[in-house]
């Protein structure tokens, strides 16, 4: 498994914004596509938005219209911008990515990062 650094998790007020960032702690082969999840307590884990390498996004619901995630970059990492957020926008944000660590592995979608926290409140 490849291991994944998040940043960018902060408190904010409703209507605040951040951007998050991930990318792999080590060199990779390759990654064709990264997302971002997000867990609250009490609450089953839920997709925020995904990419692929080619540039197709899918984002969850509630974020539509708000979230941004940007495309891969040559660095392989991707940054998830918040825009308009709202208390129920409190969670832990989980880093995502299907990764071909090398030439001797194929690609392996259960890399994750620790997470970081975003708060989201007056």
């Known amino acids: 498994q490849v291991h994944l650094v998040e940043s960018g998790g902060d408190l904010v007020q409703p209507g605040g914004s951040l951007r998050l960032s991930c990318a792999p702690s080590g060199s990779v082969l390759s990654v064709r596509a990264m997302a971002w999840y997000r867990q609250a307590p009490g609450y089953a884990r839920e997709l925020v938005a995904r990419?692929?390498?080619?540039?197709?996004?899918t984002y969850g619901d509630s974020v539509k219209g708000r979230f941004t995630i940007s495309g891969i970059n040559v660095n392989n990492s991707v940054y998830l911008q918040m825009d308009n957020l709202k208390p129920e926008d409190t969670a832990l944000y989980l880093c995502?990515?299907?990764?071909?660590?090398?030439?001797?592995?194929?690609?392996?979608?259960?890399?994750w990062g620790q997470g970081t926290q975003v708060t989201v409140s007056s």
């Open positions: 995502n990515a299907d990764v071909r660590r090398d030439a001797e592995t194929w690609y392996s979608p259960d890399n």
């Open positions: 990419i692929t390498r080619k540039g197709l996004t």
